[in-house]
């Protein structure tokens, strides 16, 4: 049985989905075509049993709507000497995905998108997840850029009808993947897989980028780069300093793939107690842990639904409206500041159900208050740890301590991170209002960009887009979760004004409207005139 069967509901015809997307053509809009359907568009195909195959109707339905939408704009973007690519896009999942559709979308076709994963592998849905559904509402938008025929509840409702989607409580995580490969079909992404980029360099104003394709290193030239490699994308895991020199066979963090079924007769803690962490415990539990003690240093869960909170005023328009957030990164510094100092200090949120799945276990254990101090492996191999005066011993650790920003600690920002100006460096908080951790946040332009420090001549990296943790400082939101794929239109939008603004010629202009006029040719009417 997979893990995909364990986990989730069943989802008819779940399986059958990309049957026929081979014939879906539907992302030729991309490249300002559209190729009649091949398989089945005028009406959808049935089973020997007569029944309707949901992948034909899928088909069919998403073709139609996308002719609607119509073709892209024709490729207008000029080829400059010695460089390859308009814009590459590290990272194939959701967030890439999205944003080279809707650069297409605009005309701008020399997109590459690489991830090092394996085909279908990308993002986290399918390896780090292990959430039973998503922690979102199932209603958010997704990538879908504005055309509901790519949205999942036209994807879920044309396969499974609309009482299905309405029954979902959220969408199951696997299922969300599923959705999000077929968004990678039929928007013809074509993510070169295995495909990891390693480092960054100025080539003028342009960027140098050595990549390694397979085991084989080569160097690629671009006029932008988007950033779009995920919540460990600026600077990794958040590791207890306690963990670090223990060898990596007594402990992980949840941003790793970790054997469970290693876990069997295991007793297992976990440090941490926001959702990474429950999802940790519950599903070391269920592969049969023979004990799961958490540790927290707070002195409470938070989760969610919330007891409401006592309002001490009417919020502001900048907390808590979601039809505004794509407004969030044009607030002030301070406000800016302030949103995100709050969030640090709060608990993070967990949803009710996955607390639950872990404390439906009578072995599992919740210690609150309890500040790891120390930790070391003894001569049996456990691993021993001061916990609130106390050694405990367990046989694996997993740190659900989530993901820090600190663009030095980046392997590909090696060369360019030092010319990069964080929130320290533009910045100065009131008294009481200090963060450490939002100093180390790059400082990012209106359009994702990183701005040079004051001083540098970096000016290239204006064309490093980072739509990734970092800059959840300044636009207001964990950026790439789902909510944020409000603020793709905007990137998407700002590297359009860029390209086509870079490629203005004033003189070109000047001497292509001063040209004297050619003559009229009147002979289409000339012989009605009187
Ligand atoms: C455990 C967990 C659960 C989450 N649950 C939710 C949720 O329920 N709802 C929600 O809205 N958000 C959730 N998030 C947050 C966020 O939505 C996800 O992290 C989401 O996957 C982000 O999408 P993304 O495309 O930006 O990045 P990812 O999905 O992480 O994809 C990044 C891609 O970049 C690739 N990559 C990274 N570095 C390189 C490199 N150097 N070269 C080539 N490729 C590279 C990776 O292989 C990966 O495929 C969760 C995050 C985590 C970690």
């Excluded at 986290?124 to 292990?130: G, M, Y």
């Excluded at 003894?378 to 916990?387: L, P």
Aim: charged content about 25%; hydrophobic content about 40%.
């Amino acid at each position: 049985m997979t893990e995909h069967d364990k986990e989730q509901p069943p989802v008819p015809a779940r399986r059958r989905f990309l049957r026929g997307t081979a014939g879906l053509t539907v992302a030729g809009l991309g490249a300002g075509t559209l190729v009649p359907n091949v398989a089945g568009a005028a009406a959808p195909a049935a089973d020997a049993d007569g029944v309707v195959c949901p992948d034909a109707t899928l088909e069919a339905q998403t073709n139609r709507v996308l002719r609607w939408a119509g073709p892209a704009p024709g490729k207008w973007v000029k080829s400059r000497d010695g460089i390859e690519h308009d814009v590459v896009i590290v990272g194939g999942g959701q967030s890439g995905l999205a944003i080279g559709h809707g650069l297409r979308r605009k005309g701008i076709e020399r997109v590459e998108i690489i991830d090092r994963s394996d085909p279908g592998e990308a993002g986290i849905w399918r390896s780090i997840a292990r959430m039973k559904q998503l922690r979102t509402p199932k209603t958010m938008a997704g990538p879908k850029q504005g055309n509901t025929a790519l949205g999942f509840r036209a994807w879920y409702e044309t396969l499974n009808g609309p009482a299905a989607f309405d029954a979902l409580d959220r969408i199951p995580r696997l299922v969300w993947a599923d959705y999000l490969r077929w968004f990678e079909t039929v928007t013809q992404a074509r993510v070169r897989y295995r495909t990891r980029l390693l480092s960054i360099e100025p080539h003028g104003e342009s960027l140098r980028l050595t990549i390694e394709e397979d085991g084989v290193r080569r160097s690629a030239t671009t006029r932008k780069l988007v950033l779009a490699n995920g919540f460990a994308g600026a600077g990794g895991p958040n590791t207890p300093p306690v963990l670090r020199e223990l060898p990596s066979k007594v402990w992980a963090h949840s941003a790793q793939a970790i054997d469970f079924d290693a876990m069997a007769r295991k007793v297992v803690a976990v440090i941490g107690a926001g959702s990474s962490a429950f999802d940790m415990a519950a599903t070391a539990l269920e592969h049969g842990a023979s004990e799961v003690h958490m540790f927290s240093r707070d002195p409470y869960v938070n989760y969610a639904p919330a007891p409401p909170r006592a309002a001490a005023a009417t919020p502001p328009p900048d907390r808590g409206h979601a039809t505004l957030t794509e407004l969030y990164g044009d607030l002030p510094d301070d406000v800016r500041w302030r949103n995100f100092v709050s969030g640090e200090r709060r608990v993070a949120s967990v949803p009710l159900d996955s607390l639950q799945r872990a404390v439906a276990f009578r072995n599992f254990h919740l210690h609150l208050n309890s500040n790891w101090t120390a930790a070391t492996v003894d001569r049996s191999g456990k691993v021993a740890a001061r916990v609130a005066g106390k050694t405990r011993r367990f046989d694996f650790v997993i740190a659900g301590t989530g993901y820090r920003i600190d663009l030095s600690a980046q392997p590909e920002l090696a060369g360019v991170h030092r010319s990069i100006a964080l929130w320290r460096d533009r910045y100065r908080p009131g008294p009481g209002e200090e963060s450490a951790a939002g100093g180390l946040y790059p400082y990012l332009g209106p359009a994702f960009e990183f701005i040079p420090l004051e001083g540098s001549d970096a000016g290239y990296l204006r064309n490093i887009h980072c739509f990734n943790l970092a800059a959840s400082l300044s636009f207001g939101l964990p950026v790439g979760d789902i909510p944020s794929t409000v603020d793709h239109p905007r990137l998407v939008s700002a590297i359009q004004k860029d390209l086509f603004l870079a490629d203005v010629d004033t003189e070109a202009n000047r001497r292509y409207l001063q040209a004297p006029a050619v003559a009229p040719d009147n002979s289409a009417y000339e012989k009605a005139v009187t």
